[in-house]
Every structure is written in structure tokens, then in C-alpha cells.
């Protein structure tokens, strides 16, 4: 059970950090500014970024 569940969890840790890169990515393109505005509400976090940043080099 115990395992059943970890592995959940690392699956939704692992789909929210690719929608974070993606995020990132599409920021770098220059979104245009009401696609902008749409991601600003969301927060992430100075070390999502930096991971994302990472996996991007």
C-alpha cells in the first residue's frame, strides 16, 4: 500500500515539474502579453525555475 502511494506521489511530482518547464519554456519564446498576464497568477517557486533552467541546458 505504502509503495502503491509513494509511487503515486512521484508521478504527480513528476507531471507538475514538466508543466512548470513548459511553462518556462513558452515564457522564453515571449508569449504575447495577455498569454503573459494568464501565467503570471500562477506561482512558481525559485527552485522550480532553477530545475527547470537545469534540465533545459
Known amino acids: 500500500?505504502?509503495?502503491w502511494r509513494a509511487e503515486r506521489v512521484r508521478r504527480r511530482e513528476?507531471?507538475?515539474?514538466k508543466s512548470l518547464c513548459k511553462i518556462t519554456?513558452?515564457?522564453?519564446?515571449?508569449?504575447?502579453n495577455?498569454?503573459?498576464e494568464f501565467w503570471k497568477g500562477l506561482e512558481l517557486t525559485e527552485m522550480?525555475?532553477?530545475l527547470c533552467?537545469?534540465?533545459a541546458m
Not at 14 to 17: G, K
Open 1 to 3: 500500500m505504502e509503495r
Open 14 to 17: 513528476d507531471v507538475e515539474r
Open 25 to 32: 519554456f513558452w515564457n522564453e519564446a515571449g508569449l504575447k
Open 34 to 36: 495577455k498569454d503573459k
Open 48 to 50: 522550480h525555475l532553477l
Open 53 to 55: 533552467m537545469r534540465l
